[in-house]
């Protein structure tokens, strides 16, 4: 191999075929990429940068675009609610009204330090200032405060400060979230006789892309082709 090839012809295939890579796996911020979309990125570096050492680029390409390939099918797969449940983990609530969730903490092996420390992150100093801490499926916490410690809105110059009322999602792209529905003790029959007046039934739901449980015990149900709520 002469001197051209190997630092030059070499390097910029590499560059090119890692930057092919990456636009293959898509858009996603770091600090939005989950654990398998990190180990994706971390065997693809490993992997595109082997010729650099090995002098096998055929090699090393031919991996690199395997694993971008199971990469996208996977991703495929998590869009796919029969695999969804799965392989895509859950949210978990850390701090309910209030009230550190303790199976919550130990579940995603988190220490009451580094809640508190996140917590000062978004501006906020007491627990009891929190109406719900979820731990999402990125990794990251996000934080919904009660009515008393929310900023200032429009609504509250009126003085008359509601609960804080979070919407529980019940059917999402078109697949019943049992899990919530036992939540707020309710049954697939109950779900069934909301569903009854838009002519839906829970063995057919592909046209629902979400439906959540409002503040007045009712369903809201956004449909994939409508632009708002019935």
Not at 93 to 119: F, P
């Amino acid at each position: 191999m002469n001197f051209l090839t190997e630092y030059l012809v070499i390097p910029f295939i590499v560059f090119i075929v890692a930057y092919l890579c990456m636009r293959g796996m898509g858009k996603k911020a770091a600090s939005e990429m989950s654990g398998i979309d990190l180990m994706i990125v971390m065997i693809v570096g490993t992997t595109i940068s082997e010729p650099i050492v090995t002098e096998k680029i055929g090699t090393a390409i031919w991996y690199s675009v395997l694993i971008v390939l199971f990469y996208i099918l996977y991703s495929y797969l998590e869009l796919a609610n029969f695999f969804k449940r799965w392989i895509t983990p859950t949210p978990t609530i850390l701090i309910d009204q209030g009230e550190i969730i303790k199976t919550g903490m130990r579940r995603e092996r988190i220490e009451v330090e580094e809640l508190i420390a996140q917590m000062r992150i978004e501006g906020y100093t007491e627990i009891n200032e929190i109406a719900r801490a979820t731990m999402e499926q990125t990794g990251e916490i996000s934080f919904i405060p009660t009515e008393k410690a929310r900023p200032l809105q429009g609504s509250d110059l009126k003085l008359d400060l509601t609960p804080t009322y979070i919407p529980i999602p019940l059917i999402i792209d078109g697949s019943v979230q049992k899990n919530n529905l036992h939540y707020i003790n309710k049954d697939l029959s109950w779900l069934e006789a909301q569903l009854r007046p838009h002519n839906l039934e829970v063995q057919a739901l592909d046209s629902i892309m979400l439906a959540t449980y409002n503040v007045n015990g009712f369903l809201d149900l956004y449909r994939r082709q409508d632009k708002k709520n019935e």
